[in-house]
T-cell receptor, first 108, second 112 residues
Framework: GEDVEQSLFLSVREGDSSVINCTYTDSSSTYLYWYKQEPGAGLQLLTYIFSNMDMKQDQRLTVLLNKKDKHLSLRIADTQTGDSAIYFCAESGNQFYFGTGTSLTVIP | DAGVIQSPRHEVTEMGQEVTLRCKPISGHDYLFWYRQTMMRGLELLIYFNNNVPIDDSGMPEDRFSAKMPNASFSTLKIQPSEPRDSAVYFC??????????FGSGTRLTVV
């Protein structure tokens, strides 16, 4: 299968910005996604970006896509304690692959 | 819409017993996926259906696992016989197209 890689852990202070990074390998990906998983819950679609876009902003969320380097990032501005969760990136090309997930801890 | 509904939320069973997990996808979604999540292996795609037809079951661990989708509103994942290493959270997800999934809340399976 394809590799979608993420750092496992990230800690930030409340009010700071969080940046979660993801690298993927499938150059045929048409959409790239960010999902959030809170404890004991399923994955919730946060946002997605079409592969011909470089950036997408949605309130506190900014998605950046570097297609040349196959690098995707999610920036959360003014991070809150409620943002503590596991964040998964995912790509949709010939197949659909989830990353390993990044556990974000927000320190009050 | 109530979203993707899975049952039961928790299941504890003894090794060797049969386990059946259930999923009701969102109405109108043509794709249905079964995932398994563990700390060690992360999210693994087990099988997915398109229009009730199994498309890719290469992620099903072994013959002990089977999945069916008898109609557009219901799917089951069965493990027979269950083993302790099957303990995980099993998610069902549905989508109108690959990618934009809506996940259920999952079934936490513990096999003792």
């Amino acid at each position: 299968g394809e590799d979608v890689e993420q750092s496992l852990f990230l800690s930030v202070r409340e009010g700071d910005s969080s940046v979660i990074n993801c690298t993927y390998t499938d150059s045929s990906s048409t959409y790239l996604y960010w999902y959030k998983q809170e404890p004991g819950a399923g994955l919730q679609l946060l946002t997605y970006i079409f592969s011909n876009m470089d950036m997408k902003q949605d309130q506190r969320l900014t998605v950046l896509l570097n297609k040349k380097d196959k690098h995707l990032s999610l920036r959360i501005a003014d991070t809150q304690t409620g943002d503590s969760a596991i964040y998964f990136c995912a790509e949709s090309g010939n197949q659909f692959y989830f990353g390993t997930g990044t556990s974000l801890t927000v320190i009050p | 819409d109530a979203g993707v509904i899975q049952s039961p939320r928790h299941e504890v069973t003894e090794m060797g017993q049969e386990v059946t997990l259930r999923c009701k996808p969102i109405s109108g979604h043509d794709y249905l996926f079964w995932y398994r999540q563990t700390m060690m292996r992360g999210l693994e795609l087990l099988i997915y259906f398109n229009n009730n037809v199994p498309i890719d079951d290469s992620g099903m661990p072994e013959d002990r696992f089977s999945a069916k989708m008898p109609n557009a509103s219901f799917s089951t994942l069965k493990i027979q016989p269950s083993e302790p290493r099957d303990s995980a959270v099993y998610f069902c997800a549905s989508s109108a197209r690959p990618g934009g999934y809506t996940f259920g809340s999952g079934t936490r399976l513990t096999v003792v």
